[in-house]
């Protein structure tokens, strides 16, 4: 409850301009941007863009803030779209998602070509691969976008389906659609784990 | 039974999103139908990894990016207000405003698609300096450099513990860039070329005239004089400034610092530019400075006693920096090393006579005030 007050107490100061609040405010929240940022993106360069441009965003448009929503929604809210913003943006690279049919099945004619990067890939990677959380991280990486945000959402911020409905302007129905989606792609690309834990 | 299978509520009953009449139906169901459990299995399992997931501490210096872009992001908001205000709508006809603004949206328009970052394979138009490898790869925005390299507007280099760059500054001067460093470009104008450093440390060589070359650090400007310099800037933003050769002047919020070859200057943030030293000064009367720039104004009495006729830079700035009869003390001591020349009266630094600062600089064998104060026009006047 106090922190709660003290937050508030914090908003209004940065709607007066008050720079120290301001940077109160993005120490009280940059760890959850840049977590939601670097395991959705994957590299730190792109997220620290992210993670910067959320709390510009934040700075600029404070004002404007008027707590119907919730801060945190809020913010959550500027998290995912700029996240998804940067995902749409990189869709021209080569990647996974070059690759993946409307329902993230890989096209039969790109398979063998997309089976080939992979393995270069996790040959690079090997090392890391070993670690459980390594591998989750990149699990949740090859997951599509919408996917990907609801379960980083879900499982860094424990938010409740219908909190992450609200960050992403959908239903909770649909938050619960993902949910099971993610989970199943998870456990379908981490199989070789299941005597691991 | 097995007509109304569970699947699609399966991660809602696994977090408890379902209503206890679901959820007692969706554990009824699980005990009879094998498909389903399974389905729950593997989604327990999903679950179960993704629950793996740890949060991660954000970098150090991510304030200090934020800061610049903070500060950029006013600039160009100040920029534009001053645009407006200078505009002088009122005089015109609707028909000449509309003109007129339309050729406005034009331009703004295009100015903003030139220097907007280009989406990946188009073409980048906007303004650029030359960036070289020296050693390891630096990275330009999100892309490593081979050899060669631009830095467009607006852009970032970062260079990380294996790998240094040399950036051509237009045709005015090189800055190389040490192991993990970042930087950005923020200006290409004529009379105003502008980098932002929110970390690491840099090496600047500048052939221009002054007042061409300016680095923002996350706690002060620094204003190239014509010179040689060296700037280090840590992950709190705090700065170093060293001079190999000519002037940097360290400017924030109207408190200054002028800084020549073999003296050093660090700025604090909140604080601003601090008071500069000669490099050769002893240990002692550089951590009095030191308290003394950051609020022990006890500290001032060891500074005065310590100091050297060279020191007389560092005396001059402190006369800048105190007021009152505190001032008088840095008067005296400094009137001790390098007499005041005769127009120069305790009374008139006291009542902050900037010609008498002035007179007096040139007694210093600094260089005439005329030179390296024909950028700026007012005094440092921040007194504590």
Known sequence: ?197 | MFGNHVHKQLSAYLHGELSSEDASRVADHLRDCQRCRTEFEEIEFGAQMASQLQREQAPDDLWADLELAISSHRRGAKNAEMAQRSSGFSWWNWKTGLVGATVVVIAALTFVYLNRQPEPGEPDNRPSWEVTRLDGRPVIGKQRIAEKGKLPLGEWLTTDETSRAQISVGQIGEVKLEPNSRIQLVETLEDNHRLAMARGKMEAFIWAPPRKFFVETPSALAVDLGCSYTLEVAEDGTSLLHVTMGWVAFEWQGRESFVPAEAKCVTRPKLGPGTPYFKDASAEFQSALTAFDTGSIDSLDVILTLARKRDALTLWHLLTRTDGETRGKVFDRLAQLIPPPKKVTRAGVLSNDRTMFDLWWKELGLGDTEWWRMWKGDLPTQSR
């Open chain 1, 1 to 197: 409850m106090n922190e709660l007050h003290n937050e508030e107490r914090l908003i209004e100061a940065c709607r007066r301009g008050d720079r120290e609040s301001f940077r109160q405010l993005f120490e009280l929240h940059k760890d959850r941007v840049w977590t939601i940022a670097l395991h959705f993106i994957g590299d730190e360069t792109a997220a620290r863009d992210i993670t910067q441009q959320v709390f510009l965003k934040l700075f600029t448009a404070i004002q404007q803030f008027r707590g119907e929503a919730g801060f945190s929604t809020w913010l959550y809210r500027m998290t995912a779209n700029a996240c998804l913003d940067e995902q749409r943006r990189r869709r021209r690279f080569l990647s996974f998602e070059f690759f993946k049919s409307d329902d993230g099945e890989l096209n039969s004619m790109d398979k063998q070509q997309a089976q080939q990067f992979k393995q270069e890939l996790v040959h690079e990677d090997q090392h890391a691969q070993l670690e459980l959380s390594a591998a989750v991280k990149s699990a949740v990486k090859e997951l599509k976008p919408k996917l990907r945000i609801a379960i980083l959402l879900k499982y860094f911020e424990g938010l409740s389906y219908e909190e992450i409905a609200n960050v992403l302007g959908c239903s909770a129905g649909t938050v619960a659609s993902r949910l099971n989606r993610g989970h199943k792609e998870l456990a379908k690309r981490l199989q070789h784990l299941r005597n691991d834990i």
